[in-house]
């Protein structure tokens, strides 16, 4: 986004055919329980909430970043600083979400943590990644 501090932002959906084949969807569970790890709390808050705000309007969709941010309950800031500027930056960072002029593209599917992701996340969410793979894949989950 090329002004963080502006009042609104849209949000475009950024389709993957690859990633839809062999990923997860913003919105299940795996992303809740491995993403989560990897991204923290807020930022799967702040995707999931996008992905569902474009998925009620069918497509792109503009929001006043502060009632956003409210709602996603980090408060309305939207200066550099802001926790809402910070999340969005935090989702590009890690390749889920790339800045356009006035806004982001957000994945609506996102892939299995990478390796080198995997390896700094707790071994319990390890284990659950390993079963959700496997599961997507059809192959029986490893056990525990």
Known sequence: MSDPTTTSVRFDPWPDEVVERIGFHARSDYVERVWASAIGP???????????LMESAGGPVTVELGDFARSLGV??????????VRTLARLDAFDLAYALPGGYALRLWLPPLRRSQLSRAPATVQLIHQRYVAERRGAPPLAS
């Open 42 to 52: 807020t930022a799967v808050l702040a995707l999931r909430s996008a992905v569902l």
């Open 75 to 84: 408060g309305g800031g939207v200066g550099r600083n802001s926790i809402i």
